[in-house]
């Protein structure tokens, strides 16, 4: 499958952003979706992730104020993130799995990555 991520940018901490995902492929309804994150001299880490069926995981970071869903109709994977904070500004990037993970290395596909700044 081939993702595609966007909707980043510059926004002011407790401001909202919503990320998008678009997938290729006939089978996206069968992945396990994930977000991930990279900030500026740091590893990759999990924020949040969404079943074929629906259910969610989220990273503690990420809890109360991401929500992550899907369309699987559409091949589209969402971030909604609110309540901003300067320590999220990162590098995001969906990622695709047969299976539920959390560990960047059991993702078999991942987008280019969308910019998310937040300013203090």
């Known amino acids: 499958v081939q993702l595609q991520a966007s909707g980043g940018g510059l926004v002011q901490a407790g401001g909202s952003l919503r990320l998008s995902c678009t997938a290729s492929?006939?089978?996206?309804?069968?992945?396990?979706m994930g977000w991930f994150r990279q900030a500026p001299g740091k590893e990759r880490e999990f924020v949040a992730g969404?079943?074929?069926?629906?259910?969610?995981f989220y990273a503690d970071s990420a809890k109360g104020r991401f929500t992550i869903s899907r369309d699987n109709a559409k091949s589209m994977v969402y971030l909604q993130m609110n309540s901003l904070k300067p320590e999220d500004t990162a590098v995001y990037y969906c990622?695709?799995?047969?299976?539920?993970?959390?560990?960047?290395?059991?993702?078999?596909?991942w987008g280019q990555g969308t910019q998310v700044t937040v300013s203090s």
């Open positions: 492929g006939r089978t996206f309804s069968s992945y396990f």
């Open positions: 990622a695709a799995s047969w299976s539920l993970a959390t560990r960047p290395a059991d993702f078999g596909s």
């Open positions: 969404i079943g074929s069926g629906g259910s969610t």
